[in-house]
């Protein structure tokens, strides 16, 4: 499975933005269903974006026109985009990608995906 280094997280107060980055080491990231996942201690893992090989995207409903998912395939990277942000959207922050075998959802995503970072931390401040 891909690999992922994430970064881009830090400290910043609610209304504010991130730019969440990603780099896949060693694979290629075209016929990629890739997605983000953010957790807290203690609770499970969520399931945030996603993005298929067609380029289709999915978004969990909190994130709705706040968050953009995107990426760039010559350079092994995805993004995340975070506007208006809110104190529940503390979390650490991984990637995760499967091969694109028509079924790309975060679901899909949550249940194959063995080979998790060590995530970005966002902290959101009221």
């Known amino acids: 499975q891909v690999r992922f280094v994430e970064s881009g997280g830090g400290s910043v107060q609610a209304g504010g933005s991130l730019r969440l980055s990603c780099v896949a080491s060693g694979r290629t990231f075209s016929s990629r269903c890739m997605g983000w996942f953010r957790q807290n201690p203690g609770k499970e893992r969520e399931g945030v974006a996603s993005i298929a090989s067609d380029g289709s995207r999915l978004y969990v409903d909190s994130v709705k026109g706040r968050f953009t998912i995107s990426k760039e395939d010559n350079k092994n990277t995805l993004y995340l985009q975070m506007n208006t942000l809110k104190p529940e959207d503390s979390a650490t922050y991984y990637c995760?990608?499967?091969?694109?075998?028509?079924?790309?959802?975060?679901?899909?995503?949550?249940?194959?995906?063995?080979?998790w970072g060590q995530g970005t931390q966002v902290t959101v401040s009221s």
């Open positions: 995760a990608a499967l091969r694109d075998l028509g079924t790309c959802s975060l679901a899909t995503l949550k249940y194959y995906y063995k080979s």
